[in-house]
């Protein structure tokens, strides 16, 4: 352990910057052992910060060797600067002035990736969030804003392209025959936002025409042999534009748009002004190599870093903490843009279910927080699920409440009002407040309160009034540094069914409708529904429209019921995980209590109606057979008892394939699509039932099946199908599961990305093996520490495995911690969310959770980066 730990930045301690840089302008001299990068600030004391003679204080990384700094061209001598803790400190400045710094840094051993590094053969940037004081000394905060120009130089013939932000104003030669392009990006912007590229790359050109008629250029870039996996990223950056024209008004400002794949990055992609960079996992895509998933999450992905355009660049966070400023409304719009592209319903399911499995799981553990932190060790440590997917579930509840037309008065009035400004989520609010007259003060709860609140609802009916009443609490549990909660505004979208499923319509407070937003305000709160004459079944929540647990004692019929007839899509994929959800836990207990498992299951019913009926989307029946997963059950139990899940959630399949095998059978040949591959709703949707339905009709044991897997496999025709048959003979412990892996690596071993998948399933085995198994992986010539979505696929699939990571002796706990602190230095981000897993340690059950608590124990007595000692450090506090 260090001397003294790494301390805690505030939000209430936030302050206007002592400094402005009203013009940046960069040269890089590039070299992969040594650039050179020298930087001319056109700086000036901030008029809101008042009069002072603050010395200047500049962000820096131990990794940036300065070589000298001057002030208008006076160089510093040593006496009138010092460097301390990464900062530059110069103590006395003019008001005004340029100030000069050349700073030597190591392209090719920042193993971070934060900054500027080697990727392959090229050079990139990840600035965000604090990456760009791994370049030069900076004011490396987002309310700095500047504008920048950016001069590379570098030799021709290795790096080709050399790429900046904005428009390229000039191409050159040095004297020693060296190119120099010259970048300028017209919009102020953070540091964050810079980024820069440079390799022998290919590109694919396209255009779009803006409303206004503009031409803008889209440029994608690759190595060259993966320029022919970028036309349907294209397509999607295409409908993008477009959608943000039509949904928001906002239409793309530079005369260019560039996106670049790199094969090296800590996170998904960044949405660098004018010059996004993306991991190439989230940007290539082709029938053979990709499944159907991956294709939506590169349209996705696509979509979300280009409205951050608007929502980020043009307006941006003040300050770190309001990085859910940015990222849920970007994250809203993207599900949004999905949902128009797709299947409504079965979009939302996907985002729920996502939401309900891991954010959940972050907001009961250790690090929960809220949408809008109040502090922070290492900001790196808040990309989370919370400020992302919780974020966006914020914007979808003002959404919700303010209604389509008068959020977009208030999206217009944000980016007008704000347009070039670094704001806060208080900002955002008020202008939804003002645009619609919409109350939101005790909404706004929602992004200082931490936890996931619990809904509980109980009802009753009056015969004689025809009055049906239903009672809410609300409760939100308590979270590290938030002893007490207050009541949140939680819209509760609700609509009643009768006996017979049919929706009945309601009077609540004077409106009759089918369907009523409910705002529960209070702890505890009454609704009225009159002109019933009976009874109803509630479909509660709606949409999933608060990220709520909503508890109300429903019977296995009223689920079924609900299951089979509700008019909101959403709740029926909803009513059949509560009844899996029941039944597994029932089937859990007995495994916990060393009984022998039974159930005389309800599902049967359900799914035999869902098999039979012709009209369903094959999309939504395909979400609504898959069981609720390892992750989403180990969420909702306490204390968590990974094998016991594990067999409960087997058995139950089992009895179901066992029950329904013709079906199933009857099912997967009937939505097999014969023809060329399609990335479309409708073909995604009979490939994910036809997926499924095989993966049950194998664990019916049927030798046709057992065939049909391998068939399936060797004749696909694309990704999706083949690598469905390969899970499905790996989870299903085929006996051919051993040969096809091998025969899929064989086959995909020089597509990095497929070999990729073949990584996390190998690590993902259920077998007593699996600790060595994952120990090979590690050994093989795929393998490579510094490339991080190699170290996710294996070390995530093998979190998976729960054989391989809660064996019992405790020894995949003590493998990851190895890996963690082997990370640490080399790349503290990836080393930090490897931590996750283990940090859940107060809920394992005992035997387990004294063994995790031990390898945390561990690690935390390592030296230790702040990014993966906040972590550690909060999970055992
Ligand atoms: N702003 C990027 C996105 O959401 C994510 C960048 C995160 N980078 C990081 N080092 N944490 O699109
Ligand atoms: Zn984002």
């Not at 202008?431 to 109350?439: C, K, L, V």
């Not at 049919?502 to 609704?527: I, M, P, R, T, Y």
């Not at 996390?760 to 010539?781: C, N």
């Amino acid at each position: 352990m260090k001397e003294s730990q790494p301390s805690a930045i505030y939000l209430k301690d936030y302050k206007v910057p002592p400094f402005l840089i009203d013009k940046t302008e960069l040269t890089f001299d590039l070299d992969e052992a040594t650039t050179i990068v020298t930087s001319r600030l056109h700086m000036r004391r901030n008029p809101a910060f008042g009069k002072s003679t603050a010395p200047l204080i500049l962000d820096g990384g131990e990794d940036v060797k300065l070589i000298g700094v001057a002030m208008d061209d006076y160089a510093l001598p040593p006496e009138e600067y010092r460097i301390s803790e990464d900062k530059l400190i110069i103590t006395a400045t003019a008001d005004e002035f340029v100030l000069t710094c050349e700073t030597l840094i190591e392209p090719q051993n920042n193993t971070r990736l934060e900054g500027l590094y080697r990727s392959s053969s090229m050079f990139c940037t990840q600035c965000e969030a604090e990456g760009f004081r791994h370049i030069t000394y900076y004011l490396d905060r987002p309310d700095v804003m500047s504008v920048f120009t950016t001069t590379i130089i570098a030799d021709e013939a290795r790096y080709p392209v050399m790429l900046s932000n904005g428009n390229e104003v000039e191409r050159g030669k040095t004297d020693e025959g060296k190119t120099v392009v010259v970048w300028h990006d017209p919009f102020p912007k953070p540091a964050y936002l810079f980024a820069l590229v440079a390799g022998d790359l290919a590109v694919k050109n396209d255009v779009f025409t803006t409303q206004s008629k503009r031409d803008i250029k889209l440029q994608i870039f690759t190595e060259s042999h993966n320029i022919d996996k970028v036309d349907y990223a294209m397509e999607a950056l295409k409908r993008s534009m477009s959608w943000d024209e039509e949904t928001y008004g906002r239409e793309y400002d530079l005369d260019i748009f560039m996106i670049v794949a790199v094969d090296d990055f800590n996170m998904g992609a960044m949405e660098n002004k004018g010059l996004n960079i993306f991991n190439s996992s989230c940007l290539l895509a082709s029938p053979e190599t990709t499944t159907d998933d991956t294709y939506l999450r590169v349209e996705a992905i696509v979509a979300h870093e280009y409205f951050h355009n608007w929502s980020g660049n043009r307006v941006t966070c003040r300050d770190w903490f309001q990085l859910s400023l940015k990222e849920g409304f970007t994250v809203f719009r993207d599900q949004t843009f999905s949902a128009d592209m797709h299947s409504e319903t079965v979009k939302r399911v996907e985002d729920v279910s996502f939401l309900k499995t891991a954010q959940f799981a972050e907001d009961a553990g250790p690090m929960a927080h809220p949408v809008r932190p109040a502090s922070f060790i290492e900001i790196s440590n808040f990309y989370t699920l919370t400020v992302y997917e919780k974020g966006a579930e914020i914007v979808r509840m003002i959404h919700t409440l303010l209604g389509a037309e008068k959020f977009r008065a208030g999206s217009d009035l944000y980016f007008d009002r704000h347009d070039g400004q670094a704001v806060t989520c208080d900002d955002f609010v008020a202008a939804m407040q003002d645009a619609s007259g919409f109350d939101l003060s005790q909404f706004k709860r929602w992004y200082s309160q931490a936890g996931t609140p619990i809904v509980t609802v109980t009802d009753s009916f009056d015969e004689a009034t025809g009055t049906y009443r239903l009672t809410m609490k609300q409760d939100t549990p308590v979270t590290p540094g938030q002893p007490t909660k207050l009541p949140l505004h939680i819209p509760v979208r609700v609509g009643l069914l009768d006996e017979q499923g049919v929706a009945l319509s309601a009077e609540v407070n004077g409106v009759v409708a089918e369907d009523h937003v409910l705002h529960l305000k209070s702890s505890e709160q009454e609704f009225e529904f009159s002109g019933l004459t009976a009874k109803p079944v509630p479909s509660l929540l709606r949409g999933f429209s608060a990220p709520v647990k909503l508890r109300y004692d429903y019977s296995s019929k009223d689920l079924l019921l609900l299951l089979s007839a509700d008019s909101d899509g959403f709740n029926r994929w909803s009513a059949s995980q509560q009844l899996a959800v029941n039944e597994i836990t029932t089937l859990i207990n007995q495994a916990i209590e060393g009984k022998a498992l039974s159930i005389d299951s309800q599902l049967v019913h359900g799914f035999k109606a869902l098999l039979n009926d012709e009209t369903l989307d094959p999309a939504m029946v395909a979400l609504i057979l898959a069981l609720p997963s390892q992750a989403y059950l180990s969420e909702l139990a306490n204390p968590i008892y990974p094998a016991a899940i594990k067999q409960a959630r087997q058995y139950l399949k089992i009895q179901l394939a066992n029950a329904l095998s013709p079906d199933f059978e009857r099912v997967y040949r009937k939505h097999k699509i014969q023809g060329e591959y399609k990335a479309t709703a409708q073909d995604i949707a009979h490939r994910s039932l036809k997926n499924i339905a095989l993966s049950y009709w194998l664990e019916a044991d049927s030798e046709l099946a057992q065939q049909e897997v391998v068939t399936q496999f060797k004749t696909a025709n694309n990704m999706t199908d083949q690598f469905a048959a390969l899970s499905i003979a790996v989870n299903s412990q085929h006996n051919k599961a051993a040969e096809l892996l091998a025969a899929f690596y064989e086959q995909w071993k020089s597509e990095p990305l497929v070999v990729n998948k073949w990584l996390m399933l190998s690590a993902s085995q259920e077998q007593q093996t699996a600790l060595a198994t994952v120990k090979d992986l590690m050994a093989h010539p795929a393998f490579d520490l510094k490339n991080p979505n190699k170290v996710r696929s294996v070390l995530g699939g093998f979190g998976q495995s729960v054989a391989g990571f809660h064996k019992e002796d405790g020894s995949g706990y003590h493998f990851l911690a190895d890996q963690i602190i082997v990370l640490n230095k080399r790349n503290p981000q990836i080393a930090s969310r490897l931590c996750t897993p283990l940090t859940r340690w107060k809920k394992m059950q005992p035997e387990l959770s004294v063994m995790m608590k031990a390898e945390l124990e561990r690690i935390l007595a390592e030296d230790l980066s702040k990014d993966v000692y906040e972590v550690i450090s909060k999970s055992l506090a």
